[in-house]
């Protein structure tokens, strides 16, 4: 559930990235306010290059989550950290290890 939530603030840098370019196309209109197009489209740009980094991270990350079986619905996901929430009930898990030596979900 981390990694959902990471993922979406990735998506919100870069959504508000767009709005900051978008906004500052319009600084245009007055004369007074053109130099605010270049500051807006630069720091749109570097919130931009932020989110991909944030994104090009968690596929990294993702790869190597250990994939365990949630208690509450059965279904398969990640867990980031020793606690994390179901990715698709989200309910919290608590990652521990069986016998052998394999990752397991147990409920929290
Ligand atoms: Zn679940």
């Known amino acids: ?57 968690l596929g990294v990350i993702s790869m190597r989550l250990p994939q365990v079986r949630c208690p509450h619905c059965e279904r398969i996901t990640k867990m980031m950290g020793a606690s994390d929430g179901c990715m698709f009930c989200k309910k919290a898990l608590r990652l521990d290890v069986d016998e052998e030596g394999d990752y397991i979900a147990l409920k929290a």
């Open 1 to 57: 559930m981390k990694l959902n939530r990471l993922r979406n603030l990735a998506m919100i840098l870069m959504f508000s990235a767009f709005i900051v370019m978008y906004l500052s196309s319009f600084s245009t209109l007055s004369p007074a306010k053109a130099i605010l197009l270049p500051i807006g489209l630069s720091v749109g740009t570097l919130i931009l290059l932020l989110s991909v980094a944030i994104y090009f991270r």
